[in-house]
């Protein structure tokens, strides 16, 4: 039996869900191209999608958003954990987790069988943004707001953060960043995900083991550190010696390589687009520039240091570029992660229980043999 560390290049299911082509640097989402439908589509059509295997008609898109608007006041004691995290001020991702578990007591949560499953998904997937909101809100010493049912789901999340509508161009831009990362085959979390419900566990448990699992920095990335660097190196002139001590120093360079993509990843040309329009009508053009500059350095240099290896740019680099245009804060960047990934967790979730069986791999032991029982008072 041969051993795939990591389950690297293992099949472990079928999905209809999305497809990561990293050799060509394809994804597709329910069978379009990220490119194609990122950029235009509301994050309610494109959770729908995942949920139903079609874009919805008019009547059934607000059908749909009337019912995700319906789920987004918080449990009692949602608000009271929030309210203790932010005491101890931990972190945000700490506390989604948390939170998370707690949505089991939202009214209409139930048994995942059923209709329940999907009444579970549609509670998650509303309230993860209130939560978010909520928490950051009450580490700034601020009162959560209550949410407005009149608001789509991005504005309702920009509202409940902000106290504030969105501006067009604003809400546009964190729209095509959650559709673009809504799904992406069968990653850490994703997995996870699919392994607890694989075992007729309820949603709820899924999607609270799939944000631990997003949480290790092994997976839920850095997009800080990307615009950290682009701040580091604070004009065009200076990126050349900069980025060379880094590759000296044998550092990483942040925003560059990913583990499936061997060519450039589609989702950071997606927010690359996003950025740019972005930040010629209401952002800061100058830093806009300079990131820009970065870039096109840092791909030089890699390919003069690493000319065996393909390290293009990924999503990181624009992520972290449009949120911070966007006014995000950097410790929310991971967070908003986990608000658009959850419909596809939810997604992931609901095919597991409508065609999957319960995810058992084996292992291969390596430990020793033959050894024999000493009893406690004959061990040296």
């Not at 450039?264 to 972005?278: G, H, M, N, Y």
């Not at 390919?303 to 966007?326: I, M, W």
Request: net charge negative; hydrophobic share 45%.
């Amino acid at each position: 039996m041969e051993t795939k560390q990591g389950l690297d290049g293992v099949v472990a299911a079928s999905t209809r869900l999305s497809s990561v082509d990293g050799e060509a640097g394809v994804l597709l989402i329910a069978g379009f191209p990220v490119e194609d439908l990122a950029p235009v589509a509301t994050f309610e059509e494109t959770t729908y999608l995942l949920w139903n295997g079609a874009l919805p008609n008019a009547a059934e898109l607000a059908a749909f958003s009337r019912r995700l608007a319906s789920r987004r006041t918080l449990p009692a004691a949602t608000l009271d954990l929030l309210r203790a995290a932010a005491r101890r001020r931990v972190p945000v991702m700490d506390a989604l987790r948390m939170a998370a578990g707690t949505l089991s007591l939202a009214h209409g949560t139930g048994e995942n069988t059923g209709e329940n499953a999907g009444e579970d998904a549609v509670t998650l997937v509303a309230a993860f943004p209130a939560i978010v909101a909520a928490y950051w809100r009450l580490l700034e010493g601020k009162e959560p707001l209550e949410p407005r049912e009149d608001l789509g789901h991005t504005a309702s999340f920009l509202h409940l953060l902000t106290g504030e509508e969105p501006a067009a161009e604003r809400l546009r831009g964190l729209e095509t960043y959650l559709n673009t990362v809504i799904d992406h085959g069968f990653n850490a979390s994703t997995f996870t995900a699919r392994v607890i419900v694989s075992t007729r566990s309820d949603l709820i448990s899924a999607i609270t083991g799939a944000v631990g699992a997003l949480k290790g920095p092994l997976h839920g990335g850095a997009p800080g550190p990307a615009l950290d660097m682009v701040f580091e190196i604070g004009s065009a002139d200076r990126a050349e010696a900069v980025l060379r001590e880094k590759l000296a120093r044998g550092e990483r360079l942040m925003g560059f390589g990913h583990r499936v993509y061997r060519v450039r990843d589609p989702r950071a040309d997606v927010l690359a687009e996003a950025a740019a329009r972005f930040y010629k009508s209401a952002g800061d053009a100058a830093l806009y520039d300079l990131a820009r500059s970065v870039e096109a350095t840092a791909l030089r240099l890699l390919r003069e240091h690493k000319p065996d290896r393909s390290l293009q740019t990924n999503v990181e680099f624009y992520t972290a570029l449009l949120l911070h245009g966007l006014g995000l804060p950097t410790d929310l960047f991971t967070p908003l992660f986990a608000v658009g990934r959850v419909a596809g967790w939810t997604a992931h979730c609901l095919e597991q229980l409508a065609h999957g069986r319960l995810i058992r791999p084996q292992s291969e032991y390596v430990g020793e043999r033959g050894r024999r029982w000493v009893p406690l008072e004959a061990r040296g």
